[in-house]
């Protein structure tokens, strides 16, 4: 079955960099699209940058463009999420999710990782 598993949240100060990592199991990262949501305490899943399967066309949100990379490491079978310029409404649990197509709707991704705690402080 496929599983992901994320990691490199923790606790950064506003305007430092953090890198999240996707390992995907179970069949490669490329037969899907990828994408991060994350999770505020008491908030919806909020869709925030996802990359395609095919053409690696990515979008991500207005909240954090130009803050947030997405990329494939297919060597790793991993996708990454490089966050710069951290703001504390960026604090949050970071979720991994595969799905069929690039979409901003949770329901569509298939598969969810455990996600990853990120926290920034002020």
């Known amino acids: 079955q496929v599983q992901l598993v994320e990691s490199g949240g923790g606790l950064v100060q506003a305007g430092g960099s953090l890198r999240l990592s996707c390992v995907v199991s179970g069949r490669t990262s490329s037969s899907y699209a990828m994408a991060w949501f994350r999770q505020a305490p008491g908030k919806e899943r909020e869709f925030v940058i996802a990359i395609s399967r095919s053409d690696d066309q990515t979008y991500d949100v207005d909240s954090v463009k130009g803050r947030f990379t997405i990329s494939r490491d297919n060597a790793k079978n991993t996708v990454h999420l490089q966050m710069n310029s951290l703001k504390p409404e960026d604090t949050a649990v970071y979720f991994c999710?595969?799905?069929?197509?690039?979409?901003?709707?949770?329901?569509?991704?298939?598969?969810w990782g455990q996600g990853t705690q990120v926290t920034v402080s002020s």
């Open positions: 999710a595969a799905g069929p197509v690039l979409t901003v709707t949770a329901g569509v991704y298939v598969y």
